[in-house]
């Protein structure tokens, strides 16, 4: 299973940390991602990576701004969010889904396991 935590409040230009934490099984092989979700809106792709791999993807909105990286020994993976604007606020989530191409890192229903939400909230 997935958990995510490491949401909060916070001022613009500031930083946040968010950390998706594995147990139960095995992720090996598989691509993590980060989704968010305001308010009203659908569910956004936000950044990806690949368990096995180093290769690192992203939603145009947050590149620059936000890092996406790994601890194997941690089982963690994580969500640095830099220059953070109030149109980041939303309910963030993990995702794990196996064996995604890059076509489909994007879309949410290809992602089977989905953690719990982590809301960030970016004041003005």
């Known amino acids: 299973q997935l958990q995510a935590f490491g949401g909060g409040l916070v001022q613009a230009g500031g930083s946040l940390r968010l950390s998706c934490a594995a147990s139960g099984r095995t992720f090996s092989g598989y691509t993590i991602g980060w989704f968010r979700q305001a308010p009203g809106k659908d569910r956004e792709f936000v950044a990806a990576i690949r368990w096995n791999s180093r290769h690192t993807y992203y939603a145009d909105s947050v590149k620059g701004r936000f890092t996406i990286f790994r601890d194997n020994a941690k089982s963690t993976v994580y969500l640095q969010m830099n220059s953070l604007k109030p149109e980041d606020t939303a309910v963030y989530y993990c995702?794990?889904?196996?064996?995604?191409?890059?076509?489909?890192?994007?879309?949410?229903?290809?992602?089977?396991?989905w953690g719990q939400g982590t809301l960030v909230t970016v004041s003005s």
């Open positions: 995702a794990a889904g196996d064996r995604l191409i890059v076509t489909t890192m994007s879309r949410p229903n290809a992602y089977t396991d």
